[in-house]
């Protein structure tokens, strides 16, 4: 007599109504500063959706600046591995630093504060990439 095998589908999250993914269950890196200027925070989200596809978003936090990105399953927002979504987002995180660093009204006066963000965002870049080479080449 064959029997049906009960697949357990509640381990892979679910987006809400509007297609976005909720952050509260993705993996989440943050850096947070306070300084006189307001708060420079970073917070990058990887999630797996389906077994080895992984999401990313990230948050960009400059004094009254935000600029986020969505949680959200697209034909460019596909990894598959978690150092290539991390590194994704980080990416961008970078480039919302960059381009809106003066902008936030941050720059010079605080520019302690943004360098550690910086550096921090390098710091994960160059971990993302040491895993991606370490991987690639485990076998060769």
């Not at 049906?4 to 809400?16: A, E, G, K, M, Y």
């Not at 993914?21 to 300084?35: L, N």
């Not at 010079?108 to 690639?136: F, G, I, K």
């Amino acid at each position: 007599m064959a029997r049906q095998l009960s697949l357990s589908l509640d381990r892979w999250p679910v987006p809400l109504d509007n297609g976005l993914y909720d952050r509260a269950v993705a993996h989440r890196q943050a850096f947070e500063q306070r300084c006189a200027g307001g708060t420079v925070s970073i917070t990058l989200w990887v999630l797996e959706v389906v077994p080895d596809l992984y999401i990313q978003a990230c948050e960009v936090v400059l004094g009254g600046i935000r600029r986020e990105t969505p949680l959200r399953l697209s034909p460019r927002n596909r990894y598959d591995s978690p150092e290539a979504a991390l590194r994704a987002a980080a990416q961008k995180a970078a480039r919302e630093l960059k381009n809106h660093r003066r902008s936030s009204g941050l720059y010079p006066d605080h520019q302690s504060t943004l360098l550690r963000a910086t550096n921090w965002l390098e710091d994960m870049l160059q971990q993302c990439d040491y895993l991606l080479d370490r991987q690639v080449n485990l076998f060769g």
